[in-house]
């Protein structure tokens, strides 16, 4: 058998999505047979090495459909792997389908017009796929609540955590702490700034608190649909010399500066997975995060929990993190254990299991 990973949205997407892909195209590398298994990438892509084949086609575009299929056509995969929700109108033999969220129909605000058209092709992707894979039991109930797709072909298939996600030593520590001017004690709010990460309130829950005036709220990540209202929060509380926007960090840092942090914050109000918080607990750093799934599932009892939609509640729980030592401890030393739980050559295992259900 030959199975093939669409890996062309990695050439425009480094976090994300584009990093489920890379990690499970490593993962499932490992996992299998010489040439059984190979990447397929946007031919300006020059990172994979020699297991890729490059096609003239880029992802999220329609136009060149029918390009794509005749390329991989020639390939002769008996299945094809689609980590982004949508399957090519045209696509040739079998088919599997990764579902992150639907967050583009149960918040459709937090999207663009071409964002929405385009994943409101899921519908019909997910009814044409042999399988779909979920990254979260809650992301696989609110697709078979919001489409007809047929349950026994819905897998759900958690994401694992890479081992650089580990606590950060004290000299890589200080060495974020110089680059980002990071000055002070800091909670840190890590990805994209979106409306549906509720940062609005968590700006105002910290801003309105007396007993976080010696720690700092970091917000880290690139400026999406929200970038303008959080600023003018951020204004309107008086509050820029405690409130960073740092943009997004470099993916080599990204672990020393969660494991800097004196804790993780993420008052989501809609997530599919919820992988800051795994990282987090992986690199030792305690979490504060909305009471909703999936980010209940994920920390698992590692984390103090609040109602995203109150802000009092926000303000509570960021508190609580800070002044309680012994409980900080205790969910440090669960969220490390919770997170050795999640493995990518599971996820592969687990992956192959699906190719080969849909190939039956």
Same mark, same amino acid.
Request: glycine share 8%.
């Given at each position: 058998?030959?199975?093939?990973?669409?890996?062309?949205?990695?050439?425009?997407?480094?976090?994300?999505?584009?990093?489920?892909?890379?990690?499970?195209?490593?993962?499932?590398?490992?996992?299998?047979?010489?040439?059984?298994?190979?990447?397929?990438?946007?031919?300006?892509?020059?990172?994979?090495?020699?297991?890729?084949?490059?096609?003239?086609?880029?992802?999220?575009?329609?136009?060149?459909?029918?390009?794509?299929?005749?390329?991989?056509?020639?390939?002769?995969?008996?299945?094809?792997?689609?980590?982004?929700?949508?399957?090519?109108?045209?696509?040739?033999?079998?088919?599997?389908?990764?579902?992150?969220?639907?967050?583009?129909?149960?918040?459709?605000?937090?999207?663009?017009?071409?964002?929405?058209?385009?994943?409101?092709?899921?519908?019909?992707?997910?009814?044409?796929?042999?399988?779909?894979?979920?990254?979260?039991?809650?992301?696989?109930?609110?697709?078979?609540?919001?489409?007809?797709?047929?349950?026994?072909?819905?897998?759900?298939?958690?994401?694992?955590?890479?081992?650089?996600?580990?606590?950060?030593?004290? +000299? !890589?520590?200080?060495?974020?702490? @110089? $680059?980002?001017?990071? *000055?002070?004690?800091? #909670?840190?709010?890590?990805? %994209?700034?979106?409306?549906?990460?509720?940062?609005?309130?968590?700006?105002?829950?910290?801003?309105?608190?007396?007993?976080?005036?010696?720690?700092?709220?970091?917000?880290?990540?690139?400026?999406?649909?929200?970038?303008?209202?959080?600023?003018?929060?951020?204004?309107?509380?008086?509050?820029?010399?405690?409130?960073?926007?740092?943009?997004?960090?470099?993916?080599?840092?990204?672990?020393?500066?969660?494991?800097?942090?004196?804790?993780?914050?993420?008052?989501?109000?809609?997530?599919?997975?919820?992988?800051?918080?795994?990282?987090?607990?992986?690199?030792?750093?305690?979490?504060?995060?909305?009471?909703?799934?999936?980010?209940?599932?994920?920390?698992?009892?590692?984390?103090?929990?609040?109602?995203?939609?109150?802000?009092?509640?926000?303000?509570?729980?960021?508190? +609580? !993190?800070?002044?309680?030592?012994? @409980? $900080?401890?205790?969910? *440090?030393?669960?969220? #490390?254990?919770?997170?050795? %739980?999640?493995?990518?050559?599971?996820?592969?295992?687990?992956?192959?299991?699906?190719?080969?259900?849909?190939?039956?």
């Amino acid at each position: 058998m030959r199975f093939g990973l669409d890996a062309r949205l990695a050439y425009f997407d480094r976090g994300g999505i584009g990093r489920y892909i890379h990690c499970l195209a490593a993962a499932l590398e490992r996992e299998c047979a010489p040439n059984e298994f190979a990447v397929v990438t946007d031919f300006r892509d020059s990172g994979w090495g020699g297991n890729s084949r490059g096609v003239i086609a880029s992802a999220r575009s329609t136009r060149l459909d029918w390009l794509f299929a005749l390329q991989v056509a020639a390939r002769r995969f008996d299945l094809l792997h689609y980590p982004d929700h949508v399957i090519p109108r045209r696509s040739p033999g079998r088919s599997v389908v990764t579902v992150h969220d639907v967050s583009f129909w149960r918040m459709p605000k937090s999207h663009s017009p071409a964002s929405r058209a385009y994943y409101e092709r899921c519908r019909d992707s997910v009814r044409r796929a042999n399988a779909v894979i979920c990254v979260s039991e809650f992301t696989r109930e609110e697709l078979l609540a919001m489409t007809e797709v047929d349950p026994e072909k819905t897998f759900t298939i958690n994401q694992g955590l890479e081992p650089r996600f580990a606590p950060a030593g004290a +000299r !890589r520590q200080e060495e974020v702490h @110089r $680059r980002y001017e990071l *000055r002070r004690p800091y #909670l840190l709010c890590l990805g %994209t700034i979106g409306r549906r990460k509720n940062l609005v309130r968590l700006v105002e829950a910290f801003a309105d608190s007396p007993v976080l005036e010696g720690t700092d709220l970091v917000l880290a990540g690139a400026a999406g649909n929200a970038i303008k209202e959080v600023r003018e929060a951020v204004e309107r509380r008086h509050a820029g010399d405690r409130i960073r926007i740092i943009g997004a960090i470099a993916d080599e840092d990204v672990p020393a500066v969660i494991s800097a942090a004196a804790a993780l914050v993420m008052p989501s109000l809609y997530e599919g997975f919820g992988l800051p918080v795994l990282e987090a607990m992986g690199c030792g750093t305690p979490v504060v995060i909305a009471d909703r799934r999936p980010l209940i599932d994920v920390a698992d009892g590692a984390a103090i929990t609040v109602d995203p939609k109150n802000r009092r509640a926000i303000r509570e729980g960021l508190e +609580r !993190r800070v002044a309680d030592s012994g @409980r $900080r401890a205790h969910d *440090r030393q669960l969220g #490390l254990e919770r997170a050795r %739980t999640f493995d990518w050559s599971e996820v592969a295992r687990k992956t192959l299991d699906v190719y080969r259900w849909a190939l039956q």
